[in-house]
Structures are given as structure tokens and as C-alpha cells.
């Protein structure tokens, strides 16, 4: 239960050596979710960073621990960094709220036990459990994928073969690369991507706790100049927007590479030209450990496709009785590989509706296929808007106001409306106060089919988004929802 910090993959490798499961946790879970995970993990040891405990406090009652180990944020640092950082942190920031628990470990006792402690190596099974890694609970309850210990080293298999044209393999030792892990690593794309991909690569890996205060960010990538920057769009776009961008030198960039949700044409080319480097676009889940397609590393401009699949991955298009669609057609995006899960958590029945007959995993997203086998999502299910019987992608939506010069971040729902079922609503965070609903809407009705432009626009300071910067179209669901249940309230 820790962010982006330098024990955080010492722990992971620690829990893997020693057999034992990985159970990732968000730290700014609120008691409730933490409860909620804890319970259905069975978990019985935890690793949580100071600043969280108090959470941890609350839980404890309802899900005894047979150990607690407490972790300060300098922790694993050089002796005099470490007293500076954690007093800072404790009494200057004063970011550790008060908390009390009982059998607690803390982090240097741990390390200073474990190196009197004969080591017994673990000898697991390619089908044993290796982490629980819980769902971003972006369409209701968070569910515990089981990725096995043969999940993780073929994904990392197929990554390794797949960038290998453009960084060498495990064993090229001509230079060490530096890899941004900015995304946080209990988030199944920084995990695999930048901690146990980059960590076989033998890669630099710089930890950014906190990739919100893009300031403190950009002043570390100028520290810290990046070859490897793995981030989701709305990242690379508040990056772009800052006014320190240019005073990075992205010279050394070799790959950015986009993931987490679609990364919108308008962030890809200015990016391109504002670095030279395009982003490489990837696609995956918790399920699937993540990568399942990947744009080659050979393309070098935006095509608007998530790629083709990695090796040893099959990719189909499913209709709504798990019959392949033809080439050209929408359907839901379904995969079979050796990184692929085998299922959920103590939820039998929620696995066999996950699955086709043969085998293929259903992602619950709406793609596209060409006749050269890139794909294109077009959205989640879950997310389609229905507008008097066409179907409306919120996607496609976003994409073509993203491209207006006054939007920063827009959001396309769906809301009930009388007439037609549901209408587009768009939630926009501008750029200045100048732009205005009628330009908004007089850009829309020239790129977009009039039942995909919105029925109402409303203008915000900022957008709710998970912790790996998502932008949570439920939320904003639920919240237009809750207003119309009000007296007198509407869409």
C-alpha cells in the first residue's frame, strides 16, 4: 500500500522469492475499499507507507494481520537523504497523520532481520498465483485477476521481443536506459512495464511518487533527461501544457509509450513535434498481464490503432453471441494467449462469462479490425452511448473536440433524455475563459453526425480521474444522475 517509492519493488521481488502472492493496493483507498480488498484478498501481511496507516487503523478490527510493516518515504535511501526526506515529509509537510497499531515492523528492522535469515528459495509452479491484481473499479466493484507466475514471464517475453529493435535485449549492455515510472507501480501498466520489464532490462528505473505536481515532475526529467516514458494521455498532454516543457531535453528520448486509455490525435502530434518522438501506442488489461497489441516500433507517426498482437497472442472481434464479426466491422475485442489470466478471484461465474467457449477472454471494449490487422478501440461497452438506436462512442467524440485550441480535457457521457434515450453531454476543462459553448458546438457539428454532437456542455475546473489519470466517465455518470434525482434537476 505505497506509492511510487524505492522499497516498493525490493518488497515485490522480496514476496515472489519467498512464494508468497503480490497483492497490489491503491494507498488513497478510503477505509471502505481498503477493507473491502483486504477481505477478499485473505491478506495476512502488509506493507504500507507511514503516510497511509492511519487508513490501515481503521481497517484493522474488521482484518487482523500477522504482520505490519510500516515504511517511510526515504526509507532505502543513503543515511543522511533518508533523515532529510522523512523529517520533511513528517514535520515540514507534516503529510503523516497520527496513527496507532499494534505488531509493527518497521522498515530497517525488516531488512536488518532478513539479512540474519537464511534464505530458502521458493520453487513455484508456471500456474501458481504470482499477484492478485485487483481491477481499477472504473465499472463498478474492483475483481481480483490471478496472474500466475507463467502470466508474468511471458508477457515480459513478448515485451522483450517486441522492443528489442529499438532497445536491444536483456543482454545489451552497450548503454543503461532510463526508464520514467511516473504512472504508480500498484497499476498493472507502470508494474509490468516499467518494474519488472525495465528491472530485467537492467534499466534505471526513476520513481516519481507523485506525477500530479507536474512541476516537481518536469524539474526531475530535467535532473533526469528520459529514454523510455510510459504515461496515458491526459500525462503527456498536462506535460505538454506546462510552461517548463522546452527547458527539458527530450534529446535522448527513444520511446513514449502510450497506454491506460486512448491517446487522442491531437495529443500525439503535438508531442511529435514538440520532441521528435512519437507516442507508441499499446493496449492491455489487469487480465491479460497487461500487453496484448502494441504499435511496432518501426512505425513512426500516430495511425489512430492500439497496433497489431504481440507474439503468441491471438486477437478476435466477438458480436453479442461470441461469433466473430467480419474485417471492417465493430465487435468486442477478445484475446487468447499465454498472458492472459485464468480467471477471477473466488468469482466463479463472474470467469466463465469472462470467456468464450474456446478459451478467448472478452475485455468488455468495442474494436475495430483492418485487413493488415491493426486495431482500433473504439470504446468500452460499458461507456456507448445510445442515441435514438446509433450507436455514440464517447472516444470518437473526445478525439475531435481535443483537437479545438481552447479544450484542455473534455469528457463525453451519456445522460437520459426523452426524446431520443440518451443524448452526449460533454464535461470540458478549457484553456482559457474565452472559448465558448457555441464555438464548441459549432466545432462539433462540422466533424460530427448531428446525434453525436452534445445536447449540453458544461465547463469545468478540472475532471475526476483515477490515480493513474483516467478520466472516470462513471463518476460523471453518477453525478449528472444524482443532480437529476434533485428537486427540479436535469441534464
Known amino acids: 500500500m505505497m506509492p511510487n517509492v524505492l522499497p516498493y519493488m525490493v518488497i515485490v521481488s522480496g514476496i ?25 484478498a485473505n491478506a495476512e501481511f502488509i506493507f504500507v507507507l507511514e503516510n497511509f496507516a492511519h487508513t490501515l487503523q481503521e481497517v484493522c478490527p474488521d482484518c487482523p494481520m500477522r504482520e505490519i510493516v510500516v515504511i517511510a518515504m526515504g526509507d532505502a535511501m543513503p543515511t543522511w537523504r533518508r533523515w532529510l526526506v522523512n523529517t520533511t515529509v513528517r514535520h515540514i509537510k507534516r503529510l503523516v497523520p497520527a496513527w496507532k497499531l499494534s505488531n509493527v515492523t518497521r522498515w530497517s528492522e525488516l531488512i536488518r532481520a532478513g539479512r540474519q535469515t537464511d534464505y ?24 481480483g485477476a490471478i496472474l500466475t507466475h507463467g502470466n508474468l514471464v511471458a508477457n515480459v517475453m513478448q515485451a522483450e521481443l517486441w522492443f528489442s529493435p529499438l532497445l536491444g535485449g536483456a543482454q545489451n549492455h552497450e548503454r543503461q536506459w532510463r526508464m520514467v ?28 511518487p507523485n506525477p500530479r505536481d507536474i512541476p516537481a515532475f518536469i524539474g526531475e526529467l530535467r535532473k533526469h533527461p528520459p529514454h523510455l516514458l510510459p504515461a496515458v494521455n491526459t500525462l503527456f498532454n498536462a506535460l505538454l501544457h506546462h510552461a517548463d516543457f522546452h527547458k527539458v531535453d527530450w534529446s535522448q528520448l527513444r520511446m513514449a509509450l502510450g ?45 489512430g490503432t492500439i497496433g497489431v498482437p504481440i507474439p503468441s497472442t491471438e486477437v478476435i472481434l466477438v458480436d453479442g453471441n461470441d461469433q466473430p464479426v467480419p474485417i471492417g466491422e465493430a465487435g468486442e475485442l477478445a484475446v487468447r ?21 474456446d478459451g478467448f477472454f472478452k475485455t468488455g471494449d468495442i474494436a475495430v479490425m483492418n485487413e493488415d490487422g491493426f486495431v ?51 464535461y470540458v476543462v478549457p484553456k482559457d475563459t474565452s472559448v465558448t459553448e457555441e464555438a464548441l458546438r459549432t466545432h462539433c457539428r462540422e466533424r460530427l453526425s448531428p446525434y453525436k454532437c452534445p445536447k449540453s456542455i458544461e465547463f469545468r475546473d478540472d475532471l475526476p480521474k483515477t490515480n493513474v489519470g483516467k478520466i472516470l466517465r462513471r463518476a460523471l455518470r453518477d453525478e449528472n444522475q444524482a443532480k437529476s434525482a434533485e428537486p427540479g434537476g436535469g441534464a
Open 376 to 426: 482500433r478501440i473504439v470504446d468500452r461497452k460499458k461507456d456507448m452511448i445510445v442515441v435514438s438506436g446509433f450507436n455514440v462512442y464517447p472516444n470518437e467524440v473526445e478525439g475531435e473536440m481535443a483537437q479545438h485550441p481552447g479544450v484542455l480535457e473534455v469528457a463525453a457521457v451519456g445522460v437520459p433524455d426523452e426524446h431520443s434515450g440518451e443524448a452526449v453531454k460533454l
Open 120 to 143: 530458502t528459495p521458493a520453487d513455484p509452479e508456471s500456474d501458481d498465483c504470482a499477484f492478485l491484481q485487483y481491477t481499477g473499479g472504473t465499472t463498478g466493484r474492483a475483481k
Open 259 to 303: 497506454g491506460g486509455m486512448a491517446v487522442q490525435r491531437a495529443v500525439a502530434e503535438r508531442w511529435k513535434k514538440a520532441t521528435g518522438v512519437h507516442v507508441l501506442e499499446a493496449y492491455g488489461l489487469s487480465e491479460t498481464s497487461p500487453a496484448v497489441t502494441i504499435n511496432p516500433v518501426t512505425i513512426n507517426e500516430y495511425n
Open 16 to 40: 515472489l522469492r519467498a512464494g508468497g502472492v503480490v497483492v497490489n493496493v491503491n494507498p488513497q483507498y478510503t477505509a471502505r475499499e481498503l477493507r473491502i480488498q483486504l477481505q477478499d
Open 337 to 357: 494467449g499465454p498472458q492472459v489470466m485464468p480467471g477471477y478471484w473466488n468469482l466463479p461465474e463472474e470467469t466463465a462469462n469472462a470467456f468464450t467457449a
Open 181 to 208: 515510472v511516473a504512472l504508480p507501480l500498484y497499476h498493472i501498466f507502470s508494474l509490468m512495464a516499467s518494474g519488472i520489464y525495465g528491472t530485467r532490462m537492467g534499466m534505471c528505473n526513476l520513481l516519481i
